[in-house]
């Protein structure tokens, strides 16, 4: 088990980008925004204000917010709001990883990803085969925090609609 996170904390967005896309968690560890005026960042204010609005407030992990916490028939259920399931393995990694803090603390819960857009729910469960997938990647991650420049972008299905897309392809589009 890894108990302590080295020299840099992992958090659960690092945890979203290392699945999406090795160079967006290095500008994002780095806190280079991504582009504001990008539509899909916009989406996720919303989504979050939305969420707020409601009543619904999240919980602060140090590490992660998680969406919300709810408790049905004596089982904790955290669950994580997703615009949409088009990131479905970084939305489920990232939820893993709360499952996982939360483990660390002694609580017990599993996990619900809701998707917006397709109005959906899916269940996320640790288990020892996703907890050992989740340790090595945050063992990956903490490579990252030193190295002194980005990977070099490599051009992926998610690009083209990327907030960081001028950072990896400005001149090209």
């Known amino acids: 088990m890894l108990d302590n996170y080295l020299a840099y904390p992992v958090t659960g967005t690092d945890i979203w980008y290392y699945f999406v896309c090795k160079r967006e968690l290095w500008l ?12 899909n960042v916009d989406i996720g204010r919303f989504l979050h204000e939305y969420y707020s609005k409601r009543g619904k407030e999240e919980i602060d992990l140090g590490s992660g917010k998680i969406d919300r916490l709810k ?9 994580e709001i997703k615009k949409s399931a088009r990131f479905r393995e970084s939305s489920r990694f990232q939820l893993l990883f709360y499952l996982y803090q939360l483990k660390k603390m002694g609580i017990e ?15 996320v469960e640790l288990n020892d085969e996703n907890e050992k997938q989740l340790l ?33 392809w400005a001149g090209e589009e």
């Open 28 to 39: 994002m560890m780095r806190k280079i925004a991504p582009d504001q005026e990008d539509e």
């Open 71 to 79: 408790k049905v028939k004596g089982k904790l259920i955290a669950q």
């Open 109 to 123: 819960a599993t996990g619900e990803l809701l998707f917006a857009e397709e109005k959906t729910k899916e269940k």
């Open 136 to 168: 090595n990647a945050i063992k990956d991650i903490q490579n990252y925090v030193d190295m002194p420049v980005p990977p070099p972008p490599q051009k992926i299905k998610f690009c083209h609609k990327c907030a960081y897309r001028e950072y990896c």
